[in-house]
C-alpha cells in the first residue's frame, strides 16, 4: 500500500536556487510529503518557470508570498498545506515565518533563524502566541553517527572535555565569483539579504549548535575577529570566534567561505583527559576516537560520503546531506500529522528556542568583531551570549 503523501508549499527555492534544488531532492526522498504549491522567487515569472520543472498546476502558484499566504488563511483548516518550506535567502526568513504564523501555517525555516537578536525573540514570541509548530532544517540531529557522538561524550568515552574546535571551511568564494553571476554568492556578500556578520551569520549557527548538541554544554561569551578577505566585498568573508561554556571549557570556531581548496563542510574535533573525537560532514558515517596510548577506533554506519560534486556552490549537495534533511522532512510531517516521530530526546532539526539561542551567539560574535565608533570606547574583548526571556 502506498504511503499518504502530505500537502506541503514551498517559499523560494526556485530554478536557479542551490539550497532549493537540495531540497526538492529532500521532499522526493521523505516519500511522506509532496509540493503542491508556492512562490519560488521574488518575481511572479520566477515562480512561473517553475511549474512544468516542478510539477505543478496553474492555479497552485502565487506570484509572491504574502498573496499564498492570504489565500491559505481563507481556506478551511483541512484543505490547507500541513506547512511551507522557506529556502530563503536569510534576511527573508524572518518576514515570511511571520507572514505564515499569521495564516496558521506551520514552518520548516533554514538556518539561520533570523538575521538579528530583536527579529529572534519577536518571531518566538509570535509562534507560541499563536501556536503554529516552527522547525529549523539543521540536518546535524539526522546523522546517525553525530548521535553516536553524542551518546559517547556523555558516557564519558574521552574523558572530561578539555577542548573543541569546530570548523566550517569552504573555498567556493575565494574568487570573487559574485561578479561572475554567481547569485547564491551574490546574496551571502550582501549586508541588506544576508546580515553584517557576513561568514558568521551564515555559518557560525552550524558550528555553535553541532558543539552544543554533541556535548550539551552551552555557549556563554564569545570574542570573534573577521573580515573581508575578497577585494570589493563590504562584509566578512572569513573569521574566527573563541567561545567559552558556562563550564569555562574553551571552543574555536573557524568559519571561511574563501578556504582555498576546503570542501569538507563542517569539521569537529573534541579533545577529552582519555581521548579525542573527530568527524568530517564530507565522510559523516565515520567517527573516530584516539585515546591517550595513540590506539585508533573507528566507529561505521552506511551513511554515504561525498563532498558536493560542483565548487562554485554551498556545501550541502551530497548525497548524505540530502538524506538527512529528508528525515526532518519526513519527522516533522509525522509530527505535524500526528503520527508520532523519531526524535528521541531532541528533534530532528533545531527548536525554536534553540533558533533564538543561535541568533543570541551570533548577535555577542557580531557585535564583538565590529570595530568601535570614533568616539565609543573599545568594543570589550569578551562578550556575553544573552538570550532574551519571551
Known amino acids: 500500500m502506498e504511503q499518504e503523501r502530505f500537502e506541503i508549499a514551498m517559499i523560494g527555492g526556485g530554478l536557479e536556487s542551490f539550497m532549493g534544488a537540495v531540497h526538492l531532492k529532500a521532499i522526493e526522498k521523505a516519500g511522506n510529503v509532496r509540493l503542491v504549491t508556492g512562490t519560488f522567487g521574488s518575481t511572479r515569472k520566477t515562480t512561473y518557470d517553475c511549474q ?32 511551507a518550506t522557506t529556502p530563503v535567502p536569510n534576511t527573508m526568513h524572518y518576514p515570511v515565518a511571520m507572514s505564515s504564523m499569521d495564516a496558521g501555517i506551520p514552518v520548516l525555516g533554514e538556518k539561520p533563524f533570523t538575521c538579528n537578536i530583536d527579529e529572534a525573540a519577536n518571531l518566538v514570541r509570535k509562534a507560541k502566541a499563536m501556536n503554529v509548530p516552527y522547525r529549523i532544517a539543521m540536518v546535524y540531529p539526522a546523522y546517525t553517527m553525530l548521535g553516536k557522538a553524542r551518546d559517547l561524550v556523555r558516557d564519558g ?114 579533545w577529552g583527559d582519555k581521548g579525542s573525537m573527530r568527524w568530517w560532514e564530507s565522510d559523516p558515517g565515520k567517527l573516530v576516537i584516539i585515546d591517550v596510548a595513540g590506539e585508533r577506533q573507528e566507529y561505521r554506519d552506511e551513511t554515504p560520503p561525498g563532498a558536493p560534486g560542483g565548487v562554485s556552490t554551498p556545501f550541502g549537495g551530497s548525497e548524505a546531506y540530502v538524506d538527512a534533511l529528508a528525515r526532518i522532512y519526513r519527522d516533522f510531517a509525522n509530527e505535524l500529522a500526528g503520527r508520532g ?50
Open 52 to 83: 512544468i520543472p516542478y510539477g505543478l498546476q496553474d492555479s497552485k502558484l502565487y506570484g509572491a508570498y504574502r498573496e499564498f499566504f492570504r489565500a491559505q488563511a481563507r481556506l478551511p483548516k483541512e484543505k490547507r498545506v500541513l506547512f
Open 157 to 270: 568515552r574521552i574523558g572530561i572535555v578539555r577542548r573543541m574546535v569546530i570548523s566550517m571551511q569552504l573555498g567556493w568564494m575565494a574568487p570573487r565569483v559574485e561578479n561572475k553571476g554567481n547569485r547564491h554568492a551574490l546574496w551571502r556578500t550582501d549586508a541588506r539579504k544576508n546580515g553584517h556578520g557576513g561568514v558568521i551569520n551564515d555559518l557560525l549557527t552550524n558550528c555553535q549548535f553541532v558543539m552544543e548538541y554533541v556535548t550539551g554544554f552551552r555557549i556563554s561569551e564569545v570574542c570573534a575577529c573577521g573580515h573581508a578577505c575578497v577585494p570589493g566585498r563590504l562584509i566578512p568573508d572569513d573569521a574566527v570566534v573563541i567561545a567559552r561554556t558556562e563550564q569555562k571549557i574553551p571552543g574555536v570556531f573557524l568559519l571561511s567561505q574563501v578556504a582555498t581548496g576546503h570542501r569538507e563542510g563542517l569539521v569537529f574535533e573534541i
Open 341 to 390: 516521530t523519531a526524535q528521541g530526546d531532541h528533534v530532528l532539526g533545531m527548536t525554536l528556542d534553540e533558533g533564538l539561542r543561535s541568533i543570541a551567539v551570533i548577535d555577542a560574535a557580531t557585535r564583538s568583531m565590529l570595530p568601535p565608533r570614533d568616539d565609543a570606547p573599545p568594543v570589550p574583548k569578551w562578550l556575553p551570549v544573552v538570550v532574551p526571556n519571551v
